[in-house]
């Protein structure tokens, strides 16, 4: 199993910042990518962005220029740091991530955190 533990969430003014992180452990063999979705109140989740092992990035449109997403392969983490924050950005952060694991015979895996809230106030 792979667990995912995701922290750096809260409530901030329009315009502030927050960095979040997301750390995964377990019985891992390797990590394809690592990504972050959120998800509002009555809305769907969403991709927010995602980075491959080998550094590629994908941003959703609404994020390009504002979010920033690194990893740490080496931790198995994975970053996002929001800046320009707007109210609309408020939703539960969800940190994903694929690969494979150590047994049985390096099966994919796909997981995800528990979640943390962010809360962008006018």
């Known amino acids: 199993q792979v667990q995912l533990v995701e922290s750096g969430g809260g409530l901030v003014q329009a315009g502030g910042s927050l960095r979040l992180s997301c750390a995964a452990s377990g019985s891992i063999f390797s990590v394809r990518a690592m990504g972050w979705y959120r998800q509002a109140p009555g809305k769907q989740r969403d991709l927010v962005a995602v980075i491959t092992v080998d550094g590629r990035t994908q941003y959703a449109d609404f994020v390009k220029g504002r979010f920033t997403i690194s990893r740490d392969n080496a931790k198995s983490s994975v970053y996002l740091q929001m800046n320009a924050l707007k109210p609309e950005d408020t939703a539960v952060y969800y940190c994903?991530?694929?690969?494979?694991?150590?047994?049985?015979?390096?099966?994919?895996?796909?997981?995800w955190g528990q979640g943390t809230q962010v809360t962008v106030s006018s």
């Open positions: 994903n991530a694929e690969g494979m694991v150590v047994s049985p015979d390096h099966a994919d895996f796909t997981s």
